[in-house]
């Protein structure tokens, strides 16, 4: 399984930005894209790795951490298997690695430790 991220940039405060994750090679697991519990994360300078958001591929239902207080929406495009993440009103606390991160079953869809398939990260450098 590999994810691509990209749309990481430095920018000021209250600007926005959309990262992207490119997916492939789901094949050899036995599902599709389209099966897969897809999540944005990421890692703060100094700091513990955390959930940003989620999204169920069956419902189509999201999870948000409590620090996105409806800045960032995740979204996907199952026919070009690429997950997206619209950031707005960015803070410079939101400055950190932010990485695509795939499962097929998760229970708690915010945990990072949830997910066995990683990204390399883009970065999100805000500036004040």
């Known amino acids: 399984v590999q994810l691509v991220e990209s749309g990481g940039v430095s920018l000021q405060a209250v600007g926005s930005l959309r990262l992207s994750c490119s997916s492939s090679?789901?094949?050899?697991?036995?599902?599709?894209?389209?099966?897969?519990?897809m999540a944005w994360c990421r890692q703060p300078p100094a700091k513990e790795r955390e959930g940003v958001a989620a999204?169920?591929?069956?419902?189509?239902?999201?999870s948000n951490a409590g620090f996105v207080k409806g800045r960032f929406t995740i979204s996907q495009d199952n026919a070009k298997n690429t997950l997206y993440l619209q950031m707005n009103s960015l803070k410079p606390e939101d400055t950190g690695m932010y990485y695509c991160?795939?499962?097929?079953?998760?229970?708690?869809?915010?945990?990072?430790?949830?997910?066995?398939?990683w990204g390399q990260g883009t970065q999100v450098t805000v500036s004040s």
């Open positions: 090679g789901f094949s050899y697991t036995g599902y599709t894209y389209s099966d897969m519990h």
């Open positions: 999204i169920n591929p069956a419902s189509g239902t999201t």
């Open positions: 991160a795939a499962d097929t079953t998760v229970s708690y869809p915010l945990r990072h430790q949830q997910y066995t398939y």
